[in-house]
């Protein structure tokens, strides 16, 4: 029997496949990328056509090995890694490996769109499939119509991958030098956190202006009264600025009769979205599920490499999820039309499927990312799927099948009315057949539709209005809203910063470089994150602007498309910035030596202190350092007034000095350390005055983990590795001995006090929502 070997990404992947596949068929997966640049040198050759040197990753060497010793079994060979520019970067490293065992390495094809990379090794059997979703029918398909490895393709992720090189390697050590050790900045990462610092600098210049609406409650001959708005004054556009305004307004509309003008109905119709993209599932998931663009992301992926079903075995629920394209196959326009009729009859199904147009641009060989059978209902398949599973499938699966529904029809209604030279309006809005809403709501920040205003009464145009009520209504302007995840990855794809693949990457390391930090739902820059953009703004100004940044995008793309070659993008890009480079290496502000003078004195030495940089940020140093360690916390006020932190004594003392311990703020929130620091450096963990359940020698501190997140150890940690992620609160047990009892936070489920033994004591929190519990954004 003929023997076939199938190499894919993940070992999930190769587990949902390997079932559609006969007994001829092995399925191996790389898991990911099997070769890289290199960690410790530059890896590019920018004076010989910026050829890179790939290495093999050093965890990869068994799973390439393993590879190898199934190829040669092999009597044909199917690259089924991802559709896209990664899936075919690393098909082709897989070649290139799989290859070495034969005389001749593997040819590098020709340059051209659709250029092959054919393992010559094996007599040409090496070939690449490509499929959209991992079903029956999709994988029997792609190996019946098997495709050469495609060179543009690669070489447009090669060019990324190089590009990125040539940026983070030569700018971070630049960085090491003037800030700090271990700052990174990246082509797409450091344009990102731009956009963030620019929006900030917008908040803090704003300053907010006063404006008044007036509204009046209105009766007419019939019930119920309704509320008009303030839109006119002599016919024009009115728009009040201050109080002494709107009284006047209120006194000359007391006078006057108001009197229903005209009467307007018209039907109004509100279209289905298209399915999903890559950034509009983001967004939407961010919005609606509260989850990051990472999460997103990765609980696609399972969705799309497949899902135990009981009996069914693993069935893969979603197409691939990183696509720009809103296509949709017609055996699946098929299929979900079948469904809506028969789900909720033909006055709900268009006569003709619905085809959206797709933007400038998009990959049409793809598919928009739907189920990849709407017979998978998410109700009926929930028993299978973890929570976050389900809560994405369904989104998915609705905004799908909404997608081919006919539209929500309203019945809308406005109200024009005069009351002497002022008019108001009044609109009214009800759904009249609920159309695709019956299945999916899209939020009103991507529709750009307001929800149904209510019911207005049935009145005849003439008649006369009582007024019932003078509503005035102070406001002030409000500055451009911090970022969420959903508008950020919005802002990105609307200026055309990177792609929606790399966009759960790209704000997941702004937050791990701490460059930027996410409260309350909504991104800000740290100190550091301020300072770097600034350094890097006026160093590259043209490299870190957004501009530029879309237009590499654009040019990837034609490298991509075959139109430009891989060197002429590249070079057009390291000429000038090689030259800036060496400017910004002389010209750089050195923040790291930098000393800012203050007014303040030392209260050790008396000598002038001065504002510092250190791996926390900013802080207060003696400047007669060496001599002087004597350091401060400071906070600046508005007019830039400088402020120490009052150090808080608590009554505890250094084992190893016996001075006060005091309470100071680090990277990871608020710690004892010594008063006599730096003399003395002991520090330690605020206790939360509970003896450790575990040793009964330590006690229970809060902690944080190397990314921020907060849990509670012991202070004789690494003695006692005794930790839990659920707060512990120094209260007795109603029901047993335990010294303490656990507070577990739940957004969904409301907060628990329980006890940590196994009584079985519970209470739930009925009262305000804890600090824990954020709100949505």
Not at 45 to 70: C, H, M, Q, S, W
Not at 769 to 776: G, Y
Request: aromatic share 8%.
């Amino acid at each position: 029997m003929k023997k076939s070997l199938v190499i894919v990404e993940s070992p999930a992947k190769a587990k949902t496949i390997e079932k559609y596949l006969g007994p001829g068929f092995t399925v191996k997966a790389s898991v990911g990328h099997i070769k890289d640049l290199p960690k410790k040198t530059l890896g590019v050759d920018v004076e010989n056509g910026f050829l890179p040197t790939y290495e093999l990753i050093a965890t990869k060497k068994k799973v390439v090995d393993d590879l190898r010793k199934a190829a040669e079994k092999a009597d044909a060979i199917f690259l089924a890694l991802d559709p896209d520019r990664e899936g075919e970067a690393i098909a082709w490293h897989v070649a290139e490996e799989i290859g070495k065992k034969s005389k001749g390495a593997l040819p590098k094809g020709k340059g051209k769109k659709g250029d092959s990379a054919k393992g010559e090794s094996f007599g040409g059997k090496i070939q690449r499939i490509l499929f959209n979703e991992i079903t029956k029918k999709a994988i029997q398909e792609a190996v019946q119509k098997p495709m050469e490895l495609n060179r543009p393709l690669y070489e447009a992720q090669q060019a990324r991958r190089v590009l990125d090189r040539l940026v983070g390697y030569q700018i971070s050590p630049i960085l090491w030098e003037k800030v700090r050790r271990g700052l990174s900045a990246g082509r797409v990462q450091s344009v990102t956190v731009r956009i963030i610092c620019e929006r900030e600098q917008a908040i803090r210049a704003f300053k907010p202006e006063e404006y008044w609406s007036l509204e009046v409650n209105l009766m007419g001959s019939r019930e119920p009264s309704f509320i008009a708005h303030l839109a006119l004054y002599k016919d024009e556009k009115i728009e009040i600025k201050a109080e002494a305004e709107s009284k006047k307004a209120v006194a000359a509309l007391q006078k006057e009769t108001f009197k229903l003008v005209k009467i307007t109905k018209k039907e109004r119709k509100r279209y289905p979205p298209p399915p999903f993209i890559t950034s509009k599932l983001q967004q939407d998931a961010a919005r609606k599920l509260g989850f990051t663009t990472k999460r997103i992301m990765m609980i696609a992926q399972q969705l799309y490499e497949g899902v135990e079903l009981g009996a069914e075995g693993s069935v893969g629920l979603i197409t691939y999820m990183r696509t720009d394209s809103i296509r949709v196959s017609d055996g699946a326009l098929t299929e979900v039309r079948d469904f809506i009729e028969k789900q909720f009859g033909k006055s709900h199904l268009p006569e003709k499927a619905i085809i959206y147009k797709g933007k400038k641009g998009a990959q049409d060989a793809h598919e928009a990312i739907r189920p990849t059978s709407v017979a998978y209902h998410p109700q009926e398949i929930k028993e299978h799927l973890t929570a976050e599973q389900y809560k994405l499938y369904d989104l998915i699966w609705k905004r799908f099948v909404a997608s081919q529904m006919v539209p929500a029809i309203y019945d809308q209604t406005l109200f024009e009315i005069n009351a002497g030279l002022y008019g108001f309006r009044a609109n009214g809005s009800i759904i009249k057949e609920a159309g695709y809403l019956a299945v999916y709501h899209e939020d009103r920040e991507e529709s750009g539709e307001e929800d149904e205003e209510g019911v207005l009464p049935l009145l005849t145009e003439g008649e006369v209005l009582k007024l019932l009520e003078l509503i005035p209504k102070q406001h002030f302007t409000e500055p451009p809203p911090r970022f969420t995840e959903a508008s950020l990855v919005k802002e990105l794809e609307e200026k055309g910063i990177g792609r929606p693949s790399t966009y759960a990457a790209i704000l997941s390391n702004i937050q791990d470089k701490e460059y930027a930090k996410k409260e309350l739902g909504r991104f800000s820059p740290t100190d550091l994150g301020g300072i770097t953009n600034d350094l890097l703004v006026g160093s590259f100004p043209d490299i870190l602007s957004v501009e530029f940044t879309a237009k590499m995008e654009e040019e990837l793309d034609d490298v991509e498309e075959g139109r430009r070659s891989y060197k002429d993008v590249l070079g057009d890009f390291y000429t000038p910035f090689s030259k800036t480079l060496v400017h910004a290496k002389e010209h750089m502000k050195d923040i790291k030596r930098q000393e800012i003078k203050t007014d303040l004195s030392c209260e050790k030495c008396k000598s002038p202190m001065v504002i510092k940089w250190g791996r926390r940020g900013e802080f207060i140093a003696c400047s007669n350092y060496p001599e002087c360690k004597n350091t401060r916390e400071f906070t600046r006020h508005e007019g830039g007034e400088i402020k120490l932190t009052k150090l808080e004594v608590t009554g505890e003392f250094c084992g190893t000095c016996a001075s006060q311990m005091v309470i100071k703020s680090g990277r990871f929130g608020k710690f004892l350390a010594c008063s006599k620091y730096p003399e003395c450096k002991t520090s330690r963990s605020i206790s939360l005055g509970i003896n450790c359940p575990k040793c009964e020698g330590g006690k229970v501190a809060e902690r944080r983990t190397k990314k921020g997140r907060t849990f509670y150890g012991c202070t004789s940690y690494p003695n006692c590795k005794f930790a839990t992620w659920d707060k512990p609160v120094k209260e007795k047990c109603p029901q047993c001995d335990s010294t303490f009892l656990l507070l577990k936070v739940s957004k969904k489920d409301g907060n628990r006090t329980l006890c940590p033994k196994e009584c079985g004591y519970e209470k739930r929190d009925e009262g305000e929502p804890t600090p824990e519990k954020v709100p949505a954004a």
